[in-house]
Nanobody, 122 residues
Framework: QLQASGGGLVQAGGSLRLSCKASGHAFRSYTAAWFRQAPGKEREFVAHIRSNGNIAYGTDSLKGRFTISRDNAKSSMYLQMNSLKSEDTAVYFC?????????????????WGPGTQVTVSS
């Protein structure tokens, strides 16, 4: 099971840190990712981090403002979000265990958490 937390309401330009806590120790061997879904839009890839620490971001804009990390000892993953914009408003989901090589696709993940709402006011 995955549980995301840390969402909330923040003003544009502010920061939030999302956490994703996994149950069990298998998490440390999984590629894990953050996705987000804005109202009326498809779920969008934000970033993933492999078990060896390799990282990929969805866009260069996200890479410059968001930082994904993990703590395998705590079976946890994080997303530090800085310089938030109104377009970052979405429900943010954590996912784990990418099956295959296309780890930027929702269909590649076996496990999903219920999501946490991030609202950025302008």
């Amino acid at each position: 099971q995955l549980q995301a937390s840390g969402g909330g309401l923040v003003q544009a330009g502010g920061s939030l840190r999302l956490s994703c806590k996994a149950s069990g120790h298998a998490f440390r061997s999984y590629t894990a990712a953050w996705f987000r879904q804005a109202p009326g839009k498809e779920r969008e890839f934000v970033a993933h981090i492999r078990s060896n620490g390799n990282i990929a971001y969805g866009t260069d804009s996200l890479k410059g403002r968001f930082t994904i990390s993990r703590d395998n000892a705590k079976s946890s993953m994080y997303l530090q979000m800085n310089s938030l914009k109104s377009e970052d408003t979405a429900v943010y989901f954590c996912a784990a265990q990418c099956v295959g090589v296309q780890c930027d696709r929702t269909s590649s993940y076996s496990y999903w958490g219920p999501g946490t709402q991030v609202t950025v006011s302008s």
